[in-house]
């Protein structure tokens, strides 16, 4: 039920709901750019054309913020907290169909 | 960056023009042997399916232009419809609105918590940019990117909704909503895929 990633708690409100946060820790952060192969890009551009979602970057978006949630908590889990609270996301476009993904949120321990 | 791309289009041209070059020796060799003709077929193949590709795309973009031009704009309505019949559905079987934007970490009843989040890239038809470059010209509320912007926002809320369901959560607090473009404002080039990327997450919360 709870959505643990390797063992540590990711909320993106300032408190956890139901525990008591003991000890700060700092910031923490992933992030990853990724870009699709060339045959789904022209795939999107044909698709792009008529309008509509363009499912093949909804999946590399999603796939890619997964990962840049992983290494944030890897990042949480090399310091030693039990949770990340306070999670945001920043997304910028280097080239077209590549994206920088970056999700970053302050570790902590609770009880 | 650019003297890279610089480079790379010398290179082509420079590998081409070899080609060409090279094939049209083949042809002059061929001619007075009188069998050199797949030998031609087999050098001049690149350049024959290039124009293939090319004439395919003359009959194939206006036909999907056309086709984006007579639908599109049912096909974005369609999906606003579709998003609101689903939420309201899903409004009726939970007993009301489950996404809320306050703070709510101060909570006691709370057994567990955890991230949720949803996703959708939604790109505006040729058609749509065709129209809005005029709506441009003139000014005002560009009505037709804002349809599709808001239609994507509408689903991606719903998928939201239906990921906190499926996940087992009660209620889903402090969600935010970003948007992103997927093509950066410096890049000037015609063939980049317009679209906007819209991201909704939010802590998805049990009641004990």
């Known amino acids: 039920m709870e959505q643990v990633v390797n063992g540590i708690l990711v909320v993106n409100t300032e408190t956890i709901p139901g525990k008591v946060i003991t000890e700060t820790m700092g910031v923490v952060s992933g992030s ?18 008529v309008g509509g979602e363009l499912t093949q970057y909804t999946e590399l978006l999603q796939e890619s913020r997964n990962e ?7 990042d949480a889990m090399s310091i030693g907290a039990t949770a990340v609270v306070n999670v945001r996301f920043a997304t910028s476009a280097i080239t077209a169909g590549a994206a920088e993904l970056f999700a ?8 | 960056m650019k003297t890279s791309i610089a480079n790379i289009r010398l290179f082509c041209i420079l590998v081409m023009s070899l080609f060409v070059s090279f094939s049209m020796n083949v042809i002059a060799q061929g001619s007075d042997e009188g069998s050199g003709f797949p030998f031609v077929v087999v050098f001049l193949l690149p350049f024959i399916l290039l124009s293939l590709f090319g ?32 939420r309201d559905s899903l409004r009726n079987r939970k007993g009301g609105e489950i996404l809320n934007t306050i703070d709510g970490g101060y909570r006691t009843d709370v057994s567990s918590a955890g991230l949720v989040s949803a ?5 505006p038809s040729h058609w749509h940019l065709m129209i809005g470059f005029f709506n441009n010209l003139i000014g005002g ?30 209620e889903v607090i402090n969600v935010r909503i970003d948007t992103a473009s997927m093509t950066p404002q410096s890049s000037n080039s015609k ?18």
């Open chain 1, 32 to 49: 990853t750019v990724r870009a699709k192969n060339v045959g789904k890009d022209i795939f999107a551009g044909l698709k792009n054309i």
């Open chain 2, 191 to 208: 063939n980049t895929v317009r679209g906007v990327e819209i991201y909704a997450y939010g802590t998805g919360i049990k009641y004990e």
């Open chain 1, 104 to 111: 970053y949120g302050t570790a902590v321990k609770y009880e």
């Open chain 1, 68 to 74: 840049a949630v992983g290494r944030m908590v890897a």
């Open chain 2, 55 to 86: 004439i395919i795309w003359m009959v194939a973009y206006p036909v999907m232009f056309l086709w984006g031009a007579v639908f599109s704009s049912g096909k974005v309505e369609q999906m606003h419809h579709e998003a609101n019949n689903r």
């Open chain 2, 141 to 170: 509320s560009v009505t037709v990117f804002q349809q599709v912007i808001s239609a994507g926002r509408a689903e991606v809320m719903q998928r939201l909704r239906e990921q906190a369901e499926s996940d087992g959560w009660d």
């Open chain 2, 119 to 123: 996703n959708g890239v939604f790109g």
